[in-house]
């Protein structure tokens, strides 16, 4: 691509093949591709070629540059590209309040969870909505284990005793 002359400031400990070392002793996927880039951009290679190698956007690549001219490889591994996602529609104290109600046993499906939600809090979840704030609260559901119609409780009881 023509443009402006590729500039980076290498530190004096990054050279090509401690990145190469940091890049493949790396656990995190999300992180991997950004240090293999660092790598390659430092062994020589341009940002497109580099892009083409690791199936990435060339605009990646370049961010990813930017964000180690930034503050090193530090700045590339610490680096979220997610947020935070939407706030919660209910409080930390309404939390608290519906953990407290769930902990008494007194529901025995989501839908009944949403219903008092709605009418103490007015505030409305869809089924799935409702689920995900569950896990988040981690809640899980109790699903009862499954008992073939022809067992015979009386008679597996009387087995592990050892009769």
Request: hydrophobic content about 40%; glycine content about 10%.
């Amino acid at each position: 691509m023509l443009g402006r002359p590729l500039r980076v400031t290498w530190r004096a400990e990054d050279t090509a093949a401690a990145l190469q070392a940091r890049y493949r002793s790396e656990g995190r996927r999300d992180v991997r591709p950004r240090l293999h880039a660092l790598w390659l951009v430092r062994s020589g290679h341009t940002v497109g070629a580099t892009a083409a190698v690791l199936g990435v956007d060339y605009r990646s690549v370049q961010r990813w540059l930017a964000w180690y001219r930034l503050g090193g490889i530090e700045a590339v591994i610490g680096h979220r590209q997610a947020g935070k996602g939407q706030p919660s529609y209910l409080r930390a104290d309404q939390q608290q309040q519906l953990m407290e109600e769930l902990a008494t046993g007194r529901f025995r499906t989501a839908a009944q969870i949403r219903a008092w939600v709605q009418e103490t809090f007015g505030v409305t979840y869809t089924e799935g909505g409702m689920y995900g704030l569950l896990a988040r609260l981690g809640c899980s559901p109790k699903v009862p284990r499954p008992l073939h119609e022809k067992a015979n409780l009386a008679e597996q009881a009387a087995w592990k005793k050892g009769a």
